[in-house]
């Protein structure tokens, strides 16, 4: 069989650099031992960094557009001509400050990440209804600062359907929290 399909008994092993019959020595075993603990602290709380983050820019950029200091308010213009700016813009920062303090408390949070990559997902209209303040001569690969801050909606988006995600697994075991420790 091959060694890739025998991992039944390292699944509750947590991760190692160092192979399960191998006990390290010295130097290495510092490493090994460094490694295991960054790991577990990335597991336990990596999860929450990326959802305070999310909603510490949420709540960030949904107020310069409330007090009127947000540097996108002409993107906004040219990304929604159907409405004026003078609605648009506060009303986006209400809606961001919202949607970023939901996140930040836990509230529902499978319905507000979705809700938050949905809002992130509709910046992508820039693309269509401003393609000029987007990209350069046409280009699509040729991104201007506009379409770059865009683009790394992206992230974003990946970011709160990671949480949607592990939001859909559960807490995890009690028993492998301890085997961890």
Not at 112 to 131: D, I
Not at 165 to 181: C, H, I, S, T
Request: charged share 15%.
């Amino acid at each position: 069989m091959p060694p890739t399909q025998n991992l039944s008994a390292l699944q509750d092993r947590p991760w190692s650099p160092m192979p399960p019959d191998e006990q390290p020595a010295g130097l290495r075993s510092r490493v090994d031992s460094l490694l295991m603990g960054l790991t577990t602290a990335c597991e336990r709380y990596g999860h929450i960094a990326l959802r305070l983050s999310l909603a510490l820019v949420f709540v960030w950029f949904g107020a310069l557009k409330l007090t009127g200091d947000t540097p996108v308010e002409g993107l906004i213009a040219a990304t929604l001509p159907f409405v004026s700016p003078d609605v648009a813009v506060p009303v986006l920062g209400l809606v961001e400050i919202a949607i970023g303090l939901a996140v930040a408390a836990g509230i529902a949070p499978r319905v507000v990440l979705l809700v938050l990559a949905g809002h992130l997902t509709g910046t992508f209209l820039s693309f269509v209804t401003a393609t000029g303040l987007m990209v350069t001569d046409g280009n699509p690969l040729l991104l201007t600062a506009d379409g770059e801050f865009v683009l790394k909606n992206l992230v974003l988006i990946s970011a709160a359907l990671v949480l949607v995600g592990r939001e859909l697994r559960g807490p995890r075991p009690a028993a492998r929290d301890a085997a961890v420790a």
